[in-house]
């Protein structure tokens, strides 16, 4: 075989084993690693704890709703976020309370009576709320006859001197509480409206203390001032298995509301709250009524007027009147 046709042969045997390796990868490509689309969807996703993560304050040792209490105060206390903004709403006024290395600690002030309160609390952008209604009955000192008085050497006076100290007794020592608005007015008896339910009130004209609640102080009255329509709440005593109440206040026209502004009528100064509630109603803004503005950023209070109110803006409200036709005492908006 000449030098020629080995050279072909070899060349072959090349081009042949080339070829044959060259299908081979062509028909086993190399894998790549799959291409997935993100499907957030349906991808469950834990996220991190931060500060930022809205965790609503927590109350230690908070009075229950409808306690009677023989106290003009209460602590509030309890933990929570230093970012949070908490808020007292009552009668006596609306108040931010502080809060430092995630707690907070504040006596919080109650009228005589029925106290109506709200406590709001608003936290990335979320909010909490909490409605209390809490009595507060003022033990009131003896008014029995002093011991020198000549008629009380007599046994009528001694007799009579020890029944005022037991009625004293009974009225400092209420065992239950009643507060609606008054149907019906008789010689020893009142009936009162609280929603659906009504409740009949025995008293003894000549030995019952009647009282007008004025902010956080009474003003003797008398149970000639009850009048169908009013507010009072009524602090009942177990006489025997008998219920008569020997202290009375008569409660003026507030109510707290804490929500959101839903409309304003700039022609009438009149603002649309949609309360905690879910109730929605209109209240005026009078010219005595005071008017702050509560910045998030500073926490600082500020005076406002009613061209600085907007449409769902958070605002805490006291207000007078009835629901038909509420003023606004005071207000906060955030």
């Known amino acids: 075989m000449n030098k020629e046709a080995i050279i072909a042969i070899i060349i072959g045997i090349g081009l042949g084993l080339g070829g044959a390796l060259y299908f081979s990868n062509a028909q086993s490509p190399k894998q790549k690693a799959p291409q997935f689309e993100a499907d957030f969807e349906n991808t469950t996703v834990i996220p991190k704890t931060t500060s930022k993560a809205g965790k609503f304050a927590e109350y230690k040792a908070l009075p229950a709703t409808n306690s009677l209490l023989n106290s003009d105060s209460f602590t509030l206390k309890g933990k929570a976020q230093d970012n949070s903004h908490l808020f007292v709403v009552n009668q006596l006024g609306i108040e931010p309370v502080s809060i430092e290395k995630g707690q907070f600690k504040k006596q919080v002030a109650l009228k005589p009576g029925r106290n109506d309160l709200v406590l709001f609390e608003l936290n990335n952008k979320k909010e909490q709320i909490k409605a209390l209604r809490l009595y507060s009955f003022q033990i009131r000192k003896s008014t029995a006859p002093n011991n ?120 009438q100064y009149q603002a649309t709250i949609v309360n905690f509630d879910k109730t929605s109603f209109g209240a005026d803004v009078q010219t005595s009524t005071t008017q702050n503005l509560y910045n998030q950023n500073n926490r600082q209070t500020t005076k406002g007027g009613f061209s600085k109110l907007t449409i769902g803006q958070y605002i805490l409200a006291i207000l007078s009147g009835s629901k038909q036709d509420y003023s606004i005492e005071e207000y906060l908006v955030l």
Do not use: C, H, M, W
């Open 148 to 267: 020198d008085d000549e008629e009380a050497t007599k046994e009528a006076g001694i007799l009579k001197e020890k029944l005022e100290d037991k009625v004293i007794e009974l009225r400092n020592s209420p065992k239950s509480v009643v507060s609606g608005e008054i149907k019906t007015v008789n010689e020893k008896n009142f009936t009162l409206v609280s929603g659906t339910e009504v409740t009949k009130v025995t008293v003894e004209p000549e030995i019952t203390d009647f009282y007008q609640v004025n902010q956080n102080k009474l003003e003797r009255g008398s149970f000639e001032d009850l009048k169908k329509g009013n507010s009072v709440t009524a602090f009942i005593s177990d006489i025997g298995g008998e219920q008569i109440s020997y202290t009375v206040y008569q409660e003026p026209n507030l109510a707290v509301a804490a929500g959101k502004i839903s409309n304003l009528d700039e022609d």
